[in-house]
């Protein structure tokens, strides 16, 4: 009787949470689909919003110099931690409902069962939205969470969208302050943690019908641009045993390194740009770039791959008589959840009635940034057939109300576990 009646009350708090996403889904720049990239008038309306539900949970809410809104309930103790929770409310262009708003209306629904409860916590909890994760404007990511991390260089202010506003104005624009973004950081001192509950945008936990997974940690990347160059020539003329076709040898080349990374457990490669210079049907093509990006959480294992595959994809221009260079464009280092928080969180599902599961993330998250002041947690929820950035993006009311039941759960870990 009693577990019929906490089912429902989960229940129940699923379909608000929802309703909630749904408002949210409606505020875009292009009616139709969902559009809410940094600083846009969408933006700044989600952001109100958001802002607003923070207010009217009880929470101290400000909107900081970037761009982040920010709730906090305060415990009562000046000398007491602060646990963060958050996610992002920015969007892909066309994207999902659920990519971002889910992290954070469930943390707000935590917050609304803290301040509704008799008893104090023996820590703060500042919930976080962020403004910029998705880094679709200024193709940068993470700015909302590098600015509370302390880790926003100056230099990225600069930085141009496609219609020539810098950073810079955008946060002004927004009634930001792109001078004060020191004021947005947080002393990792003062931080028990940070948790963010995501969808999985992947497929395991759909086709293994499980609604929760906790994150053991996300993988490092190296975005690599490869260059081919060959020797143009007339598609009617040059006999095919003296040509140096850069096409054909960038084709054996995606095809080796598709083939290398199937051998390699935990790695994945992918090719997903290919440019071919002055291109015509009649030409043999002399020259091609392509990106490559290559991940893993083990950063040996991502060091080495990168080494391997530069052996093979000499070996194969080499045979075809191919120049081959390139220009290693971004990279980072895995990031590993905290075994601690790890620990708690997977009690969490345990207590739930969930079989613990434990994934790694192959895309990039806000506790990226923020795993450089304090240990880091991830939830993920299952989604339909792991689709995201894609309107079709879904996750069904009863994994809201499974995922609303882990994090009440972690919580209350989080107080047993408490030692200050
Ligand atoms: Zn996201």
């Known amino acids: ?35 809410r990239v940094y600083g846009t008038p969408a933006f700044v309306q989600a952001g109100s919003l958001v802002l607003s539900w923070m207010e009217e949970a009880g929470l101290e809410a400000h ?8 709730g906090r309930w305060d415990c009562g103790n000046p000398a007491a931690k602060t646990l963060l929770i958050g996610s992002h409310y920015d969007t892909v262009v066309d994207a999902g409902a659920f990519d971002g708003p889910l992290g954070i ?11 509704g409860l008799q008893q104090q916590l023996p820590f703060h909890i500042e919930l976080l939205a962020f403004c910029d994760e998705e880094g679709v404007r200024f193709h940068t990511t993470y700015l909302g969470s590098k600015a509370v991390a302390g880790l926003f260089e100056t230099e990225l202010l600069d ?9 810079r104005q955008a946060i002004q624009a927004i009634g930001g302050d792109p001078g004060g973004l020191a004021q947005a950081s947080v002393a990792g001192k003062e931080l028990l943690g940070y948790i963010e509950a995501h969808i999985e945008q992947g497929p395991v936990l759909y086709e293994r019908a499980i609604p929760v997974a906790v994150v053991t940690g996300i993988a490092g990347q190296k975005r690599i641009l490869l260059s081919f160059t060959g020797e143009a020539g007339h598609a009617g003329t040059v006999p095919m045993p003296m040509r140096r076709d850069a096409l054909c040898c960038a084709a054996a080349c995606i095809l080796a390194i598709e083939d290398f990374a199937r051998q390699q457990a935990g790695l994945v490669a992918t090719v997903g740009k290919l440019d071919i210079p002055h291109a015509a049907s009649n030409v043999i093509p002399g020259k091609v770039d392509c990106t490559l990006d ?9 060091a080495a791959a990168w080494q391997s595959l530069q052996k093979v994809l000499n070996d194969i221009c080499r045979q075809r008589a191919v120049l081959f260079s390139y220009n290693m464009v971004q990279s980072s280092a895995p990031v590993s959840c905290d075994p601690r928080l790890i620990r708690l969180l997977s009690r969490a ?13 192959g895309a990039g998250h806000d506790v990226v940034p923020l795993s450089a002041i304090c240990p880091v947690a991830m939830l993920f929820v299952r989604c339909y057939k792991g689709i ?15 995922t609303i039941q882990v994090m009440e759960g972690f919580l209350k870990q989080m107080v047993f576990n408490y030692d200050q």
């Not at 909107?63 to 920010?70: C, E, H, L, Q």
């Not at 141009?160 to 506003?165: A, K, L, T």
């Open 1 to 35: 009787m009693e577990q019929t009646k906490t089912a429902k009350q989960y229940g129940t708090r699923a379909a608000a949470l929802l309703q909630r996403i749904r408002e949210l889904s409606l505020i875009t720049d292009e009616p139709g689909i969902i559009n």
């Open 388 to 402: 995201s950035h894609h309107p079709l993006e879904d996750v069904e009311e009863d994994d809201i109300a499974a």
């Open 349 to 361: 599902i345990g207590d739930a009635g969930h079989q613990v599961v434990s994934l790694s993330s």
């Open 105 to 115: 209306l469930l943390g707000l629904d935590l917050l609304e069962l803290v301040t």
């Open 159 to 167: 930085k141009r969208d496609e219609q020539g506003i810098a950073l």
């Open 294 to 302: 290559l991940r893993s959480t083990d950063e040996e294992e991502l």
């Open 63 to 70: 909107i900081d110099p970037v761009g982040n809104i920010r």
